[in-house]
């Protein structure tokens, strides 16, 4: 019988990145691990192993009360989906698909302002500067392999997605510690860190390094009908470290994204946080 094997809940956000608020504001992504138990080795069976994901992201212009021409709309996003983590040979694999819900009705501005007002930060003006209301799927996949090197372990990976963005990543990982084998992994969608959902290896501190490119064909965020025109790549650099102890983890780091339409003036620095206890 299935049992919940593991959990991540993981926020992303620029504000303990490079204490700003604009582009990739926010980010939160909860996902729960179902499987017939865990032994450090992924199932080389489809539906084995299977993430219930949660994620909801705000995605804001650089100036929240009064936004310059061309600069990207607000999106509210919440999804919610499934994913297939699996092994063939020495690859690993990623399959899932989520149901995305876009625009004013997620609600997620009117909470934005109501966050900012009570925290006294730049109250978000944006009721006539949002994308409109969408219902979506995206079908996504990724496909790894974990080669040793010397202490760490490298891993190459290819990923791609179809619904709310048309892309194809390539990059790259490496990891040290617990984080280098043995847990089960998922990807934080807005930086790209690789967070473990299960509590394998030992003590003391991990690090992992990254870097990505995406090439992007489309995006609802960003619609050629309002008159985007999106980079030819977008690039992810990212950094980070986990320090585990007992029965307690805590994950943070912090990535580098490139622009991601040819009206960005620059890019920017998101972190991504996470702490878990084994129960």
């Known amino acids: 019988m299935a049992e919940t094997i593991g959990w991540s809940v993981a926020i992303s956000n620029d504000s303990i990145g490079e204490a700003r608020d604009r582009w990739q504001s926010s980010s939160v992504q909860v996902g729960i691990a179902r499987g017939r138990g865990w032994d450090g080795q992924m199932p080389d069976r489809v539906g084995e192993v299977l993430e219930f994901r949660f994620r909801s992201d705000i995605l804001t212009p650089e100036v929240l009360d009064a936004p310059a021409p061309g600069d990207r709309r607000h999106a509210g996003v919440l999804a919610i989906g499934l994913h297939s983590h699996f092994a063939r040979s020495a690859w690993e694999a990623r399959l899932g698909a989520d149901v995305v819900v876009v625009g004013p009705q997620t609600g997620l501005l009117s909470f ?49 997605q179809v619904g709310s963005e048309d892309l194809l990543r390539v990059g790259l990982d490496l990891s040290f510690g617990a984080l280098a084998s043995g847990n089960l992994m998922t990807r934080a969608v807005t930086t790209g860190h690789r967070l473990p959902m299960t509590f394998e290896g030992g003590e003391g501190m991990s690090w992992t390094l990254g870097v990505d490119t995406a ?65």
């Open 215 to 279: 090439w992007v064909e489309d995006s609802i965020y960003l619609p050629e009908a309002l008159g985007y025109d999106l980079t030819p790549t977008r690039t992810r650099v990212r950094a980070g470290g986990l320090y585990r102890w007992r029965t307690l983890d805590v994950f943070y780091g912090l990535a580098w994204l490139s622009e991601e339409f040819e009206a960005q003036p620059e890019g920017q620095f998101v972190g991504t946080f996470q702490a878990r206890i084994d129960f």
């Open 112 to 160: 934005q302002e109501q966050l900012h007002e009570a925290l006294g930060f730049t109250v978000p003006r944006l009721d006539d500067y949002q994308i409109e209301d969408q219902v979506g799927l995206d079908l996504s996949g990724e496909v790894g392999r974990a080669l040793p090197v010397g202490a760490g372990v490298l891993r190459p990976f290819v990923e791609a």
